[in-house]
């Protein structure tokens, strides 16, 4: 996104700076200019990706190696894989033009930074399918020009996380640029001279602020990303160098640079961004142009630009200087910073916090392809890994492109026209039927079923009167633990009135207990077959015989109905004996009450439906006053089986809005599935007026929370956030990747829920929460300028929220994280015919032999490339804070228990490109020289204790696994 990171905001924040030099230091002389030429090049925006291609980004990559290949003192910094990887691929693209890109890499004229697919968006985007696009784009770099990246660059996406610097140090990062922060934590690092500091990404890491193994030195670019005024040669009211303007062109720049130094660490070195949104498509012209001005500042240095050096650099380049130069002088780093940057506040009531669900559709289609994508991985893995097969792994390769694609920051966000939003969805769309086709082959080989289908209308033979059907469903099980969770099966199409269904575990023979759902119009259901998915292991496939008979002579199963709840009823619970609800037939929901949650105990649990109208809302910004309670359901319906208890809340507005609660009665053991209460909601389009509409459901406890709330950072890292006092609610909206949750001030009782995908949240009252479900704006607000759209949103959203009331103990945490896991990765379901006996299989292999502790996740599990015997990347996360009560300092994992006797493990980079004792991280001198930590390399253990993985808190550990067999 690039017109308020380009040139909109500019006078602003220069005013803000220039006040800043006042109270900054004194610039110095003899400082060094780095200026760091470089195309920003959005993956879809105002066009598709494929659009920009086409029109400008395959110019701006051949056109930059030719200059550079002319003259040895230019330099340019390549970012998005994406555009990198299609040209390199294009048949247009010479083989000459290749090795001219390998020679400049080489020379380190042309330095690849970051190198993901994308640049990623931090607020929104799961740190999963992030990895996965870095390494997806790491790997190529590699393979093709033989360079691993080893800086970052985030100058665009929309805030910043906490648990970037955790990844980039992670993958071996030396230093790390971005860009936009709220505006008041700008102008104080700006005023403290500290606009480059230690950012430390793990939370768990020793408060004090020495140097860490997830440290990562942060420069902030404390204007645009854009070259300076009058050094972008390509905008249209540009005036080309000549011997006549070249003083003025020199002096502006002068002036920008001094605007900038006193920012910064006193290194005698400072950044100057030299570039744009798709800048350099003439290449010919910008450093043509920018050259002169660069000379006649070098030149006229001593009489009028304080012996100053101007140099065209790398962000590498630049930070190898400051780093040399630090530690030559003993100077230390001004600042250290422990914490992230969100929201993006950009200006005074902009809250660009409208991001965190524009678009929800798409984000809940990102969210369920990462999780069919984990599923495609383990079972090639199991089915053909071992031949390798490029037919199958390019169906692969079709899912990580679109899941990368879609983590960049205007698409994810929901901030690209409504056009693109498409092609992203095509992307999705396209990649999950290549995984489903995958996956049925997969089965079919590995003979857990025949003409497989994802729908069981297309998998399950119908029964007739007198002929019985047997089917296979199979279910699989991509989490590291082994699972007994109860699935729903849409039975549209396959229900026949009187049908008897019988469904059995293929392995043990078991049978399993049943439940029928018939249709229900008061609530918009279709007929669903419920069971419970026993004994599923970790990483792994099971299949299940589901025997459906129709006509004389047999039993039907009992339908359970829904009914429509008499106001007159008054109070009436739902509840399995472990957790349960209480409604009042005329306003809904008004109790809670867990084994975990206040001793069990009925609690006060009030849930509302808000409208918040806007004013200047965009896709971007939320901005608001206070929301409008909308009022209990018009009805409440009811419909109670022996598996699932359901009681459906309608409301008359945005479509006729669902909320459907539900607890669980499973007959097998499953602490998982007792604890958790679904929260299903359908809602849309919405029922937008004025300039918009946002729609928020709200949770009401009487916890004593002081004021507190917790959302994630990017699915891993929980953080404590306040509410501004007297600000805007939307001042104080942080995206909750994963969940969002209220906790007993001091540690106790806690209650949040776990989200399918990200939503804003907030919270508007003490021991309340709110999540934003959906948003609809009908004027075209700030800062749409650039997009030229209004967010006219009317599709409709079914996400299902996981309720979790419990503690802050140790026990509760670990249960809210695995149900989080378990919420955003449901069991996949496939249905077909059994196949033949002497080809059957009642499950697949697995990579694990046990399932993992609790708190150690199974984050990766799949080959590197399409080739006989590929290498298997492995991922381990431990997924606790030190914060957690009773928290180890180590969790161990053994290897051979896990993994198997024979398996051997080989440390790796967290993007796999490198093996881990080949990563060395700079160390940086911290503010406070006490208790000071040489970076040296990776976290965790410096080798592989051969009986033990040891994972810190958050820690991510990355192998290629050897199973040994």
């Given at each position: 996104m690039g017109v308020v990171?380009?040139?909109?905001?500019?006078?602003?924040?220069?005013?803000?700076?220039?006040?800043?030099?006042?109270?900054?230091?004194?610039?110095?002389?003899?400082?060094?200019?780095?200026?760091?030429?470089?195309?920003?090049?959005?993956?879809?925006?105002?066009?598709?990706?494929?659009?920009?291609?086409?029109d400008q980004v395959r110019f701006i990559i051949s056109s930059v190696s030719d200059e550079l290949a002319k003259d040895p003192e230019l330099r340019f910094i390549q970012v998005e894989t994406a555009y990198f990887q299609m040209w390199w691929e294009d048949e247009r693209t010479t083989q000459a033009q290749r090795e001219t890109i390998k020679a400049l890499a080489a020379s380190g004229q042309l330095e690849f930074v970051s190198g993901g697919i994308v640049m990623n968006d931090e607020a929104v985007a799961h740190y999963e399918p992030v990895i996965q696009q870095m390494t997806e784009g790491h790997l190529f770099l590699l393979n093709t020009v033989?360079?691993?990246?080893?800086?970052?660059?985030?100058?665009?996406?929309?805030?910043?996380?906490?648990?970037?610097?955790?990844?980039?140090?992670?993958?071996?990062?030396?230093?790390?640029?971005?860009?936009?922060?709220?505006?008041?934590?700008?102008?104080?690092?700006?005023?403290?001279?500290?606009?480059?500091?230690?950012?430390?990404?793990?939370?768990?890491?020793?408060?004090?602020?020495?140097?860490?193994?997830?440290d990562i030195y942060t420069h902030i670019l404390g204007l645009t990303y854009s070259a300076p005024h009058g050094f972008n040669f390509e905008h249209p009211d540009a005036k080309p160098a000549t011997p006549e303007n070249l003083p003025l062109l020199a002096d502006e720049f002068f002036a920008n640079v001094l605007v900038r130094l006193p920012w910064y660490v006193d290194s005698g070195h400072v950044m100057v961004p030299a570039g744009g949104d798709f800048a350099y498509t003439n290449a010919s012209l910008m450093f043509r142009n920018q050259s002169a001005?660069?000379?006649?500042?070098?030149?006229?240095?001593?009489?009028?630009?304080?012996?100053?050096?101007?140099?065209?650099?790398?962000?590498?380049?630049?930070?190898?200087?400051?780093?040399?130069?630090?530690?030559?002088?003993?100077?230390?780093?001004?600042?250290?910073?422990?914490?992230?940057?969100?929201?993006?506040?950009?200006?005074?009531?902009?809250?660009?916090?409208?991001?965190?669900?524009?678009?929800?559709?798409?984000?809940?289609?990102?969210?369920?392809?990462?999780?069919?994508?984990?599923?495609?991985?383990?079972l090639y893995l199991h089915a053909f890994r071992a031949a390798g097969s490029a037919a199958q792994f390019a169906r692969l390769a079709s899912g990580r492109?679109?899941?990368?694609?879609?983590?960049?920051?205007?698409?994810?966000?929901?901030?690209?026209?409504?056009?693109?939003?498409?092609?992203?969805?095509?992307?999705?769309?396209?990649?999950?039927?290549?995984?489903?086709?995958?996956?049925?082959?997969?089965?079919?080989?590995?003979?857990?079923?025949?003409?497989?289908?994802?729908?069981?209308?297309?998998?399950?033979?119908?029964?007739?009167?007198?002929?019985?059907?047997?089917?296979?469903?199979v279910v699989c099980n991509s989490l590291g633990w082994a699972r007994s969770d109860m699935v729903a099966v849409d039975f549209d199409g396959?229900?026949?009135?009187?049908?008897?269904?019988?469904?059995?575990?293929?392995?043990?023979?078991?049978?399993?207990?049943?439940?029928?759902?018939?249709?229900?119009?008061?609530?918009?259901?279709?007929?669903?077959?419920?069971?419970?998915?026993?004994?599923?292991?970790?990483?792994?496939?099971?299949?299940?015989?589901?025997?459906?008979?129709?006509?004389?002579?047999?039993?039907?199963?009992?339908?359970?109905?829904?009914?429509?709840?008499?106001?007159?009823?008054?109070?009436?619970?739902?509840?399995?004996?472990?957790?349960?609800?209480?409604?009042?037939?005329?306003?809904?929901?008004?109790?809670?009450?867990?084994?975990?949650?206040?001793?069990?105990?009925w609690s006060l649990l009030d849930v509302e439906l808000i409208n918040y109208a806007s004013s200047l809302g965009s896709a971007y910004v939320f901005r608001t006053d206070i929301g409008v309670v909308l009022g209990g359901p018009a009805a409440l319906v009811r419909s109670s089986g022996e598996l699932v208890e359901t009681v459906t809340a309608v409301y008359t507005?945005?479509?006729?809005?669902?909320?459907?609660?539900?607890?669980?009665?499973?007959?097998?053991?499953?602490?998982?599935?007792?604890?958790?209460?679904?929260?299903?909601?359908?809602?849309?389009?919405?029922?937008?007026?004025?300039?918009?509409?946002?729609?928020?459901?709200?949770?009401?406890?009487?916890?004593?929370?002081?004021?507190?709330?917790?959302?994630?950072?990017?699915?891993?890292?929980?953080?404590?956030?306040?509410?501004?006092?007297?600000?805007?609610?939307?001042?104080?909206?942080?995206?909750?990747?994963?969940?969002?949750?209220?906790?007993?001030?001091?540690?106790?009782?806690?209650?949040?829920?776990?989200?399918?995908?990200?939503?804003?949240?907030?919270?508007?009252?003490?021991?309340?929460?709110?999540?934003?479900?959906?948003?609809?704006?009908?004027?075209?607000?700030?800062?749409?300028?650039?997009l030229g759209q209004a967010l006219n949103d009317t599709t409709r959203v079914h996400p299902v929220f996981t309720l979790v009331a419990g503690n802050t103990s140790r026990a509760g945490v670990a249960m809210r994280t695995k149900l989080t896991y378990l919420n955003n990765n449901p069991l996949a379901l496939f249905f077909g015919q059994l196949p033949p006996p002497e080809l059957a299989a009642s499950a697949t292999p697995s990579i694990l032999t046990t399932s993992l502790p609790e708190f150690a996740h199974l984050l990766t599990a799949k080959v590197r490339d399409g080739g006989p015997g590929a290498p298997i990347m492995l991922r381990l996360a431990r997924l606790d804070q030190c914060e957690t009560e009773g928290s180890e300092e180590r969790l161990c994992i053994p290897t051979a228990a896990t993994f198997g006797s024979a398996a051997s493990l080989d440390e790796r980079s967290l993007t796999m490109v490198l093996p881990r004792a080949k990563v060395s991280r700079w160390s940086w001198p911290a503010p406070n020289p006490t208790a000071e930590i040489d970076a040296g390399g990776l976290a965790g253990d410096s080798a592989v204790d051969t009986e033990c993985v040891a994972l810190s808190p958050l820690e991510i550990r990355a192998f290629f696994l050897h199973p040994g067999v």
């Amino acid at each position: 996104m690039g017109v308020v990171g380009g040139g909109l905001c500019v006078a602003t924040v220069l005013v803000l700076g220039l006040a800043c030099v006042l109270v900054g230091r004194v610039a110095g002389e003899g400082e060094t200019v780095h200026i760091i030429c470089h195309s920003h090049d959005d993956v879809g925006y105002v066009k598709t990706y494929e659009q920009y291609y086409e029109d400008q980004v395959r110019f701006i990559i051949s056109s930059v190696s030719d200059e550079l290949a002319k003259d040895p003192e230019l330099r340019f910094i390549q970012v998005e894989t994406a555009y990198f990887q299609m040209w390199w691929e294009d048949e247009r693209t010479t083989q000459a033009q290749r090795e001219t890109i390998k020679a400049l890499a080489a020379s380190g004229q042309l330095e690849f930074v970051s190198g993901g697919i994308v640049m990623n968006d931090e607020a929104v985007a799961h740190y999963e399918p992030v990895i996965q696009q870095m390494t997806e784009g790491h790997l190529f770099l590699l393979n093709t020009v033989g360079v691993v990246p080893a800086f970052g660059w985030q100058i665009d996406p929309f805030g910043a996380s906490s648990v970037t610097p955790l990844l980039w140090a992670a993958s071996g990062f030396n230093g790390h640029v971005i860009r936009r922060i709220n505006w008041e934590e700008s102008f104080a690092l700006k005023a403290a001279g500290s606009e480059e500091f230690l950012w430390r990404g793990d939370a768990c890491a020793p408060a004090s602020p020495a140097s860490n193994v997830s440290d990562i030195y942060t420069h902030i670019l404390g204007l645009t990303y854009s070259a300076p005024h009058g050094f972008n040669f390509e905008h249209p009211d540009a005036k080309p160098a000549t011997p006549e303007n070249l003083p003025l062109l020199a002096d502006e720049f002068f002036a920008n640079v001094l605007v900038r130094l006193p920012w910064y660490v006193d290194s005698g070195h400072v950044m100057v961004p030299a570039g744009g949104d798709f800048a350099y498509t003439n290449a010919s012209l910008m450093f043509r142009n920018q050259s002169a001005v660069v000379a006649y500042l070098n030149e006229h240095s001593a009489a009028k630009y304080r012996n100053m050096t101007f140099r065209f650099s790398t962000v590498g380049e630049y930070f190898a200087a400051v780093h040399a130069s630090l530690a030559a002088s003993g100077t230390r780093v001004n600042q250290f910073v422990d914490k992230d940057f969100l929201p993006y506040i950009e200006l005074p009531e902009t809250d660009w916090t409208g991001f965190f669900t524009s678009r929800p559709s798409l984000k809940a289609f990102s969210r369920a392809q990462d999780a069919n994508l984990r599923v495609a991985e383990m079972l090639y893995l199991h089915a053909f890994r071992a031949a390798g097969s490029a037919a199958q792994f390019a169906r692969l390769a079709s899912g990580r492109w679109a899941q990368s694609i879609l983590q960049h920051h205007d698409a994810i966000t929901g901030t690209s026209k409504l056009q693109v939003v498409a092609d992203y969805k095509k992307h999705l769309a396209e990649a999950t039927a290549a995984g489903n086709a995958l996956a049925f082959d997969a089965l079919a080989h590995l003979g857990l079923a025949a003409n497989v289908s994802t729908s069981a209308r297309k998998g399950l033979a119908r029964p007739r009167a007198g002929s019985p059907v047997t089917s296979a469903v199979v279910v699989c099980n991509s989490l590291g633990w082994a699972r007994s969770d109860m699935v729903a099966v849409d039975f549209d199409g396959v229900y026949v009135d009187g049908m008897s269904v019988e469904v059995s575990h293929a392995r043990s023979g078991a049978q399993v207990a049943v439940q029928l759902d018939g249709e229900c119009e008061a609530t918009g259901t279709r007929p669903t077959l419920w069971f419970q998915a026993v004994d599923v292991p970790a990483a792994a496939c099971v299949t299940f015989k589901i025997e459906l008979a129709v006509g004389s002579g047999v039993e039907p199963e009992p339908v359970a109905g829904c009914a429509r709840v008499p106001a007159s009823d008054g109070a009436f619970t739902i509840d399995n004996g472990v957790v349960g609800l209480k409604f009042d037939a005329s306003a809904g929901v008004t109790g809670v009450r867990s084994a975990d949650y206040r001793g069990g105990a009925w609690s006060l649990l009030d849930v509302e439906l808000i409208n918040y109208a806007s004013s200047l809302g965009s896709a971007y910004v939320f901005r608001t006053d206070i929301g409008v309670v909308l009022g209990g359901p018009a009805a409440l319906v009811r419909s109670s089986g022996e598996l699932v208890e359901t009681v459906t809340a309608v409301y008359t507005v945005h479509g006729k809005t669902t909320v459907s609660w539900r607890v669980f009665h499973p007959p097998a053991p499953s602490a998982d599935q007792k604890r958790r209460i679904d929260v299903a909601v359908a809602l849309g389009p919405v029922d937008a007026t004025g300039d918009g509409t946002n729609v928020a459901l709200r949770f009401v406890t009487d916890l004593e929370a002081n004021g507190g709330f917790y959302t994630d950072d990017s699915g891993l890292q929980y953080r404590l956030r306040f509410t501004e006092p007297g600000s805007a609610p939307s001042y104080s909206y942080y995206p909750a990747v994963s969940g969002v949750h209220v906790a007993a001030w001091g540690g106790g009782a806690a209650l949040g829920v776990a989200v399918p995908y990200t939503h804003g949240a907030g919270s508007p009252s003490n021991g309340a929460f709110e999540v934003m479900v959906h948003r609809r704006m009908l004027q075209n607000g700030w800062p749409n300028a650039g997009l030229g759209q209004a967010l006219n949103d009317t599709t409709r959203v079914h996400p299902v929220f996981t309720l979790v009331a419990g503690n802050t103990s140790r026990a509760g945490v670990a249960m809210r994280t695995k149900l989080t896991y378990l919420n955003n990765n449901p069991l996949a379901l496939f249905f077909g015919q059994l196949p033949p006996p002497e080809l059957a299989a009642s499950a697949t292999p697995s990579i694990l032999t046990t399932s993992l502790p609790e708190f150690a996740h199974l984050l990766t599990a799949k080959v590197r490339d399409g080739g006989p015997g590929a290498p298997i990347m492995l991922r381990l996360a431990r997924l606790d804070q030190c914060e957690t009560e009773g928290s180890e300092e180590r969790l161990c994992i053994p290897t051979a228990a896990t993994f198997g006797s024979a398996a051997s493990l080989d440390e790796r980079s967290l993007t796999m490109v490198l093996p881990r004792a080949k990563v060395s991280r700079w160390s940086w001198p911290a503010p406070n020289p006490t208790a000071e930590i040489d970076a040296g390399g990776l976290a965790g253990d410096s080798a592989v204790d051969t009986e033990c993985v040891a994972l810190s808190p958050l820690e991510i550990r990355a192998f290629f696994l050897h199973p040994g067999v």
